[in-house]
T-cell receptor, first 114, second 113 residues
Framework: QQQVKQSPQSLIVQKGGIPIINCAYENTAFDYFPWYQQFPGKGPALLIAIRPDVSEKKEGRFTISFNKSAKQFSLHIMDSQPGDSATYFCAARANTGTASKLTFGTGTRLQVTL | DTEVTQTPKHLVMGMTNKKSLKCEQHMGHRAMYWYKQKAKKPPELMFVYSYEKLSINESVPSRFSPECPNSSLLNLHLHALQPEDSALYLC????????????FGSGTRLTVV
C-alpha cells in the first residue's frame, strides 16, 4: 500500500516536445506529492509539488496534474530542452505520527534530443 | 544557507573497516533522513530523526548505525559492510514532521570491497 507506481521507465522526446510522466498510488493517507529531478552523481532536487486538494499546479515549464479520485498524478514538461535530460521521480509523503516518510516512484529517465 | 552538505563525496572501504558518513544542514530543519540509492533505482528510506530522536528505522541491518549529535548534524556509522551495501547514500532534511519540503544532499558514493 506504500507503493508509488511510475511510468514510463524511460522517455525520449525532441526539443520543444512535452514529455508526460505518470504516477499512481493506493495509500489515501499520502498528503503531499512532490516531483524530483536527479542528474547523475547528484542528489534529487525538488522540482514542483502538489497537495491533494489541488487539481493542477504550474511552476515555469513544469505542471502537475492531480486526480484525487483516480489516485493518479502526472508531470508535464513544456517546451522541453536538452538540459532537462535527467531522471525524474514522483514521490508521496505520509505522516506516521512521529515523523513523515517520503516514498519514491521507480523513476523515469528522460532524454531530450536536439 | 539552503544546502545539505554531505562528506565525504566518495568512500571506498573494506568489509572489516569502520567508517562514518557525515551530513550537515544550517537551515534550522528539525527532521533529518538517511536514504540509500542503488544504481538506476529510487532512493529508499533508511532512518528518520525528528527533533534529534530516532523516529523511524526501516528495518536496517545493525551494521548501519545512525547518530544525531545535534539538530544540524547527522552521522551514519558503518561497520562490517558487505559488497551489496555499495550505493549512493543520501541525506535529506525538512523543517519538521508537518513540513512538506525535503532538501537532499548530493550524497556519498560508497564502495565496499
Amino acid at each position: 500500500q506504500q507503493q508509488v507506481k511510475q511510468s514510463p521507465q524511460s522517455l525520449i522526446v525532441q526539443k520543444g516536445g512535452i514529455p508526460i510522466i505518470n504516477c499512481a498510488y493506493e495509500n489515501t493517507a499520502f498528503d503531499y506529492f512532490p516531483w524530483y529531478q536527479q542528474f547523475p552523481g547528484k542528489g534529487p532536487a525538488l522540482l514542483i509539488a502538489i497537495r491533494p486538494d489541488v487539481s493542477e499546479k504550474k511552476e515555469g515549464r513544469f505542471t502537475i496534474s492531480f486526480n484525487k479520485s483516480a489516485k493518479q498524478f502526472s508531470l508535464h514538461i513544456m517546451d522541453s530542452q536538452p538540459g532537462d535530460s535527467a531522471t525524474y521521480f514522483c514521490a508521496a509523503r505520509a505522516n506516521t505520527g512521529t515523523a513523515s516518510k517520503l516514498t519514491f516512484g521507480t523513476g523515469t529517465r528522460l532524454q531530450v534530443t536536439l | 544557507d539552503t544546502e545539505v552538505t554531505q562528506t565525504p563525496k566518495h568512500l571506498v572501504m573494506g568489509m572489516t573497516n569502520k567508517k562514518s558518513l557525515k551530513c550537515e544542514q544550517h537551515m534550522g530543519h528539525r527532521a533529518m533522513y538517511w536514504y540509500k540509492q542503488k544504481a538506476k533505482k529510487p532512493p529508499e528510506l533508511m532512518f528518520v530523526y525528528s527533533y534529534e530522536k530516532l523516529s523511524i528505522n526501516e528495518s536496517v541491518p545493525s551494521r548501519f548505525s545512525p547518530e544525531c549529535p545535534n539538530s544540524s548534524l547527522l552521522n551514519l556509522h558503518l561497520h562490517a559492510l558487505q559488497p551489496e551495501d555499495s550505493a549512493l547514500y543520501l541525506c535529506a532534511s525538512s523543517q519538521g514532521q508537518g513540513s512538506y519540503g525535503y532538501t537532499f544532499g548530493s550524497g556519498t558514493r560508497l564502495t565496499v570491497v
